[in-house]
């Protein structure tokens, strides 16, 4: 059973940065897409960043230029540097992943707040 367990949500003022950061546990990783979701309140979700076992990414557009995916395959992590935040970047955010790539096998963090308030 894959486990996804995320981390370095909380409370930033605009134009600040944080790092978020999913651990996953269970399977094997050599094959599949690890990414971020998030949803603001009253939206649905929404794609932030993925990236692959290769290291092919794609992000929202709303996000290019200040967010940036990365994965440590020898930790099973993936992260999220997000700067630059704006008040529109608060949702929760999940960490999703897709195992093995292509399958359609999805699993999901539980999430973590990101507020962008000053």
């Known amino acids: 059973q894959v486990q996804l367990v995320e981390s370095g949500g909380g409370l930033v003022q605009p134009g600040g940065s944080l790092r978020l950061s999913c651990v996953a546990s269970?399977?094997?990783?050599?094959?599949?897409?690890m990414g971020w979701y998030r949803q603001a309140p009253g939206k649905e979700r929404e794609l932030v960043a993925i990236?692959?076992?290769?290291?092919?990414?794609n992000y929202a557009d709303s996000v290019k230029g200040r967010f940036t995916i990365s994965r440590d395959n020898t930790k099973n992590t993936v992260n999220l540097q997000m700067n630059s935040l704006k008040p529109e970047d608060t949702a929760v955010y999940y960490c999703?992943?897709?195992?093995?790539?292509?399958?359609?096998?999805?699993?999901w963090g539980k999430g973590t707040l990101v507020t962008v308030s000053s």
């Open positions: 269970g399977s094997s990783f050599r094959s599949n897409a």
């Open positions: 999703h992943a897709e195992i093995p790539l292509g399958s359609g096998m999805e699993y």
């Open positions: 990236i692959t076992s290769s290291g092919r990414t």
